[in-house]
């Protein structure tokens, strides 16, 4: 059985064919990062704009390097939650186009809950000029943590239809915190790989940032660490970015010390999960968890703490299609929707 799978949640406009054996046949990304640089953020008028433009090419270009044609599919798969509104709607349209011109069950794909099950291929290798991911690896049940520009969320996942939510952000997402504190430090966007790199000159000891573990509850914030880095850069009460051009090593230990905090955040409330929910699995996708440092330091708690850890291969951290695999697993259960299926930009907790 081949599944196409579309994925239009923001500002990447993705496609993949994956089989109900969970190989990848396909796997297309476009990426939107330099249409949104100059903003700092994702722009969402834009972003929905160059999905227009950019779907059906998507599409063509996976197909076509699967070597299938629209009468070889069985089913069409579609992010439709969470995400941004405009985003959304092009991957479903775009979806129920193809159901009802080649008759095809239409399935929907929670964003969040596929960041997890990208946990379940293994490391990626080259063909050529195809990635490829290896056999799929059982994950379930386990604690999920989905660390994005958009989310930063814990939950307890029975298995891969069973997600329940333990804690979320309360205020700023991970990702959108390493974006913000990198416009501050004049590097580049995302900012998540940027302060990576930056991070690797400096010292994560340089500075002491806070790190809000909120004692107690499974929820994050991230506020007050992007206000603490801005302090430290500005001094308190001053605004003015523009006018401040840190040395380079000063950025670099800005950059690490800020990461660390992050990370030690991250892998907290990510193990503070594991001992109430009893689970002895632990997975964390997202494009957060692209960051290598936040690697290190989870296969090191893991080892510590003896328990199986998977993090999503870097490719599939950030937003792609191959993650919409788990619409496998719906279709498996009977799930299919209705042409009448909306977009649900917020998050459901279930
Ligand atoms: O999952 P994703 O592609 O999109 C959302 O669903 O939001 O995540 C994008 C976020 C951005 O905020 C980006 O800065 C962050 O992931 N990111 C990273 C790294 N690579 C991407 N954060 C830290 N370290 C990285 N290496
Ligand atoms: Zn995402």
Same mark, same amino acid.
């Given at each position: 059985?081949?599944?196409?799978?579309?994925?239009?949640?923001?500002?990447?406009?993705?496609?993949?064919?994956?089989?109900?054996?969970?190989?990848?046949?396909?796997?297309?990304?476009?990426?939107?990062?330099?249409?949104?640089?100059?903003?700092?953020?994702?722009?969402?008028?834009?972003?929905?704009?160059?999905?227009?433009?950019?779907?059906?090419?998507?599409?063509?270009? =996976?197909? *076509?390097? /699967? $070597?299938?044609? %629209?009468?070889? +599919?069985? @089913?069409?798969?579609?992010?439709? =939650?969470? *995400?941004? /509104? $405009?985003?959304? %709607?092009?991957? +479903?349209? @775009?979806?129920?186009?193809?159901?009802?011109?080649?008759?095809?069950?239409?399935?929907?794909?929670?964003?969040?809950?596929?960041?997890?099950?990208?946990?379940?291929?293994?490391?990626?290798?080259?063909?050529?000029?195809?990635?490829?991911?290896?056999?799929?690896?059982?994950?379930?049940?386990?604690?999920?943590?989905?660390?994005?520009?958009?989310?930063?969320?814990?939950?307890?996942?029975?298995?891969?239809?069973?997600?329940?939510?333990?804690?979320?952000?309360?205020?700023?997402?991970?990702?959108?915190?390493?974006?913000?504190?990198?416009?501050?430090?004049?590097?580049?966007?995302?900012?998540?790989?940027?302060?990576?790199?930056?991070?690797?000159?400096?010292?994560?000891?340089?500075?002491?940032?806070?790190?809000?573990?909120?004692?107690?509850?499974?929820?994050?914030?991230?506020?007050?660490?992007?206000?603490?880095?801005?302090?430290?850069?500005?001094?308190?009460?001053?605004?003015?970015?523009?006018?401040?051009?840190?040395?380079?090593?000063?950025?670099?230990?800005?950059?690490?010390?800020?990461?660390?905090?992050?990370?030690?955040?991250?892998?907290?409330?990510?193990?503070?999960?594991?001992?109430?929910?009893?689970?002895?699995?632990?997975?964390?996708?997202?494009?957060?968890?692209?960051?290598?440092?936040?690697?290190?330091?989870?296969?090191?708690?893991?080892?510590?703490?003896?328990?199986?850890?998977?993090?999503?291969?870097?490719?599939?951290?950030?937003?792609?299609?191959?993650?919409?695999?788990?619409?496998?697993?719906?279709?498996?259960?009977?799930?299919?929707?209705?042409?009448?299926?909306?977009?649900?930009?917020?998050?459901?907790?279930?």
């Amino acid at each position: 059985m081949n599944v196409l799978t579309l994925e239009t949640t923001c500002d990447e406009t993705a496609a993949a064919i994956v089989t109900d054996r969970l190989e990848v046949l396909a796997s297309v990304v476009a990426s939107q990062d330099d249409l949104h640089e100059r903003f700092g953020g994702v722009v969402p008028e834009i972003a929905s704009r160059a999905h227009l433009e950019r779907i059906l090419p998507v599409i063509d270009e =996976t197909l *076509g390097r /699967a $070597g299938l044609t %629209l009468d070889d +599919l069985d @089913a069409v798969a579609v992010a439709n =939650t969470p *995400g941004l /509104a $405009g985003s959304l %709607l092009v991957g +479903l349209v @775009a979806a129920k186009t193809l159901c009802v011109a080649k008759g095809l069950p239409l399935v929907a794909v929670n964003h969040l809950q596929a960041h997890i099950y990208a946990c379940r291929f293994g490391a990626e290798w080259s063909t050529g000029r195809e990635h490829t991911f290896s056999p799929s690896k059982n994950i379930f049940p386990c604690v999920g943590l989905i660390i994005s520009g958009g989310h930063t969320s814990l939950y307890r996942c029975g298995g891969p239809l069973e997600f329940d939510l333990l804690g979320a952000t309360i205020d700023d997402a991970a990702g959108e915190a390493f974006d913000k504190v990198a416009a501050m430090l004049g590097l580049s966007y995302p900012g998540g790989p940027s302060i990576e790199q930056a991070a690797k000159a400096g010292h994560p000891d340089a500075y002491r940032f806070p790190r809000a573990m909120l004692r107690g509850s499974l929820e994050f914030s991230f506020s007050g660490l992007k206000t603490a880095v801005r302090y430290q850069i500005v001094g308190l009460g001053k605004t003015d970015f523009a006018k401040i051009k840190l040395p380079d090593g000063e950025v670099a230990d800005l950059a690490a010390s800020f990461q660390e905090a992050v990370v030690d955040c991250l892998v907290g409330k990510a193990t503070a999960a594991l001992r109430p929910t009893g689970m002895r699995i632990l997975c964390v996708g997202g494009g957060v968890a692209a960051n290598t440092r936040l690697r290190e330091r989870l296969a090191e708690e893991a080892t510590r703490r003896q328990i199986e850890l998977h993090v999503a291969p870097p490719k599939l951290c950030t937003d792609n299609a191959v993650m919409g695999a788990i619409a496998v697993e719906r279709l498996r259960a009977g799930l299919v929707e209705d042409l009448d299926l909306d977009v649900a930009p917020r998050v459901v907790r279930r």
